[in-house]
Every structure is written in structure tokens, then in C-alpha cells.
């Protein structure tokens, strides 16, 4: 029975990718293909790649690094054998020294035999496992982006990359926050256990429903917001580092892979 569940994963998640690759899919990939891994993605050129690999490897809960290409190959055999990095997302931002110049539906313009690529793990994921659980998670309820917000918590510097943590923000009630800490503790390939919790003022959040990145979901009276680590991170420090080229996915427009969610569990 697993096996046959599985098999309907993977076609699903082919069909989507074969939908966003002709342009018919350009949406969020949030609660979309449940038990696959999806990932936030970054492409750079090479001489940039080696200081970008420390910056992950220095910020593993922001940047939890499941996949790495070699110099000019397109293709992640790691994380599904037809994906293609340079059409398989549903929106990528471009980045010139440091600026966002264009949103596209694929790449292929801007590819190189230089380009590196880099797929991280993605909350998305663990959202799966969530609602497993029972858990309910209101951008998914509610049909929205994540919200996602700039913090005052410090990322690890590797040369020219450096900046601040981004974070997800999803409301529970005080038990249910604790049931998600427990689950998504076992996750730390998708951002793990939150990295903090209530009292968004302490980490630099003025205003729960102004989001940097995603969209605003209400917060009642009887929960509090719980904040995980996000793989919107890198485009602040992508930002500061200011490489002539790099090319990230669109916030809450991830790489949805072949890889299933429980492959990234701790046991």
C-alpha cells in the first residue's frame, strides 16, 4: 500500500512540474504534493559558490543544504531524475549585484556553464507533517502564502555573505505549539524545531500583519505565533553580497522534488 501511495506522490509531483515547466502552474507550492520534500533554491556562478556553500554550512537551521549541482548542470538526479533547474520552479527572481531586476518563469536566458545550484530544505515540508497530526495551519486554511519577516537575529557571515534571519510564522494555540516543536524537531533538514516563540518584539517584529515576503494570516486572542528558521534567509544575505548574478525562487514558489519527507526525518 506504501508503494502504490508513493507512486501517486511522485506522478503528482511530475504532472506539477511538467505544468510550471509549460507555464500553466505559476502559483505557491505551499500544502501542494503533501509528503514531498520541497525546497528553496539558489544559483550562482562558480566563483561564488565555494563562499555560499560556508554560509550554509554556518547556518544550517536557515540554510539546511539537501542538494548541490556541479558547474553547469542543470539537472538534481538527487532530488528527482527529470528535474530541470532551469524551468521546473514556478517564478524565479534574478538578481544583479544585489538587486531584484526580474521575475521569470524559467531561466534559461541567464544559464551558464558556471552556473552552481543549490536546493535547501523548505518548512513547506514539515507542514506536511503538521497535518498529519491534526495540526491546523492557517496560510494553508486560509489558501495563502506563508508570512515571512526580517529579523534582528544574526546569520553567521562567509565573506560577502551576511545579513539577518528570515523567519515563518504560523499561530497555534500554546498545546498545539508545543505538539509542533516536538514534530518538526525531528526535521532539521527542513528548518527543524522554531527558533523562537511569542513576543515577536524581541526578534525585531514590529506588526504581525506586515509581512517582508508572503501574506498576513489573523493570530486569535488564544494563540501565540511560532517561528521557524526560512530559506528566504540567503536573499538578505544575496542582497549584502551583491555576486553580478544570482537567481533564487520566488518566495512561497518552491521546487517541489521527488524526494519523500520522511527520508529527511530523524528518527
Request: charged residues 20%; aromatic residues 8%.
Amino acid at each position: 500500500m506504501a508503494n502504490n501511495q508513493n507512486a501517486e506522490l511522485l506522478d503528482k509531483a511530475r504532472l506539477l512540474r511538467h505544468d510550471i515547466r509549460d507555464g500553466s502552474f505559476t502559483g505557491y507550492t505551499s500544502g501542494l504534493v503533501p509528503g514531498l520534500v520541497q525546497g528553496n533554491v539558489v544559483i550562482l556562478p562558480k566563483v561564488w559558490a565555494e563562499d555560499f556553500l560556508l554560509y550554509c554550512y554556518l547556518n544550517p537551521v536557515s540554510c539546511p543544504l539537501i542538494s548541490m549541482s556541479k558547474p553547469g548542470d542543470a539537472m538534481v538526479p538527487a532530488l528527482g531524475a527529470d528535474i530541470d533547474i532551469r524551468t521546473d520552479i514556478p517564478q524565479y527572481n534574478v538578481f544583479k549585484d544585489g538587486e531584484l531586476v526580474e521575475q521569470v518563469t524559467d531561466i534559461e536566458q541567464y544559464w551558464s556553464d558556471d552556473m552552481v545550484s543549490f536546493v535547501l530544505g523548505c518548512s513547506f515540508s514539515f507542514e506536511e507533517a503538521l497535518l498529519r497530526a491534526g495540526l491546523s495551519i492557517r496560510n494553508i486554511d486560509l489558501d495563502r502564502n506563508v508570512s515571512m519577516f526580517e529579523t534582528n537575529i544574526a546569520t553567521a557571515p562567509s565573506a560577502k555573505f551576511f545579513g539577518n534571519t528570515v523567519v515563518t510564522m504560523r499561530p497555534f494555540k500554546p498545546a498545539d505549539a508545543i505538539r509542533a516543536i516536538q514534530i518538526t524537531t525531528r526535521l532539521p533538514k527542513a528548518h527543524g524545531a522554531p527558533i523562537h516563540i511569542g513576543m515577536p518584539n524581541k526578534i525585531g517584529i514590529e506588526d504581525l500583519a506586515k509581512p517582508e515576503y508572503g501574506d498576513s494570516v489573523p493570530v486569535n486572542d488564544d494563540e501565540i505565533p511560532v517561528f521557524w528558521a526560512c530559506g528566504v534567509t540567503p536573499q538578505v544575505a544575496i542582497r549584502n553580497a551583491k555576486p553580478p548574478l544570482c537567481i533564487t525562487h520566488v518566495p512561497g514558489k518552491m521546487l517541489v522534488t521527488d524526494k519523500l519527507n520522511d527520508e529527511l526525518a530523524v528518527l
